[in-house]
């Protein structure tokens, strides 16, 4: 049986490797909102570190294997950031460094913003994702538990946006108005 997406094929990286970005988001910045009571974003440290760290940059190399070097560069850069944020979510660092570290991989998302491509799902997902990373860093070099809320929110908020692209891709639902997707990956 052909659904046209076979194993392998960029289609079904592209969209497990949005739908991995997409919980990774939405788990971080619910986490950083502290709307669940008790949740922080310490509680995605392990979903980071494996979905959004490990997961996405393997789904990275596979991108590029694939001859899609946006997607290889967007998943390998992104699962990186991940997996680094993850490990030294404990680590006793200034919070200059901590900074630091948000603003230069909010650069790569600025990078990811400006050369994606798919209108609100690519330059959307990006554009909010490097909207909450500077939140987070402005927020983290001033020391304001405000700032981090708001960068949640950002971030919750472009998580549903990656992993509504990727389920629509995968199951044929609108991608703009007035439109249904043929398949097409949300974000590529």
Not at 85 to 105: E, R, T
């Amino acid at each position: 049986m052909d659904n046209g997406v076979s194993a392998g094929s960029t289609a079904s990286t592209s969209a497990l490797g949005h739908i991995a970005l997409g919980l990774t988001l939405l788990a971080f910045g619910i986490g950083n909102t502290g709307i669940i009571d008790g949740v922080t974003a310490a509680n995605s440290v392990a979903l980071a570190m494996y979905l959004g760290g490990l997961a996405l940059f393997v789904l990275g190399v596979l991108e590029y294997r694939g001859g899609n070097g946006f997607n290889g560069t967007a998943f390998a850069g992104i699962g990186t950031f991940w997996f680094i944020w993850a490990n030294g979510a404990d680590a006793k660092v200034s919070a200059d460094a901590a900074g630091m570290f948000l603003v230069l991989f909010a650069m790569l998302a600025l990078t990811l913003t400006a050369a994606a491509s798919g209108g609100l799902f690519g330059q959307g997902v990006y554009g909010l994702f490097t909207l909450s990373l500077l939140l987070l860093a402005i927020g983290t070099f001033a020391e304001s538990d405000g700032l981090a809320k708001a960068a949640g929110w950002v971030a919750a908020l472009c998580g549903l946006l990656a992993w509504y692209g990727a389920t629509a891709a995968l199951a044929s639902w609108p991608m703009s108005l007035g439109k249904r997707s043929r398949g097409a990956v949300a974000a590529t």
